[in-house]
Nanobody, 121 residues
Framework: QVQLVESGGGLVQAGGSLRLSCAAS????????MGWFRQAPGKEREFVAA????????YYADSVKGRFTISRDNAKNTVYLQMNSLKLDDTAVYYC??????????????WGQGTQVTVSS
């Protein structure tokens, strides 16, 4: 089992920045690809970003390319999502995911409980 706990969400004005963190515990962190997904009210959960085990490759949804950056620190068992130039459409609950087999849109595996990000005008 891998336990994932997200933090760093909150209320921010449009154009502002937030950094989300996802701390993993349980099994060894480094073998897992990690990802961020989000779900806005009334919408399905959607892929945001992902990073491979060693951090050499990253993947982003078109909607966040150039604004969000995913990174990981395997020594701290933590993955981050730096979100800049936030837009109203970025408002959602953000979930962290860990998957030993897949990295990207089709990730499943383990999920955190989510952290709320609200962008105001």
């Amino acid at each position: 089992q891998v336990q994932l706990v997200e933090s760093g969400g909150g209320l921010v004005q449009a154009g502002g920045s937030l950094r989300l963190s996802c701390a993993a515990s349980g099994r060894t962190f480094s073998p897992y690809g990690m990802g961020w997904f989000r779900q806005a009210p009334g919408k399905e959960r959607e892929f945001v970003a992902a990073i491979t085990r060693g951090g050499s490759r990253t993947y982003y949804a078109d909607s966040v390319k150039g604004r969000f950056t995913i990174s990981r620190d395997n020594a701290k068992n933590t993955v981050y999502l730096q979100m800049n130039s936030l837009k109203l459409d970025d408002t959602a609950v953000y979930y962290c995911a860990a998957d030993a087999l897949r990295v990207g849109v089709n990730m499943s595996g383990y999920w955190g409980q989510g952290t709320q990000v609200t962008v105001s005008s």
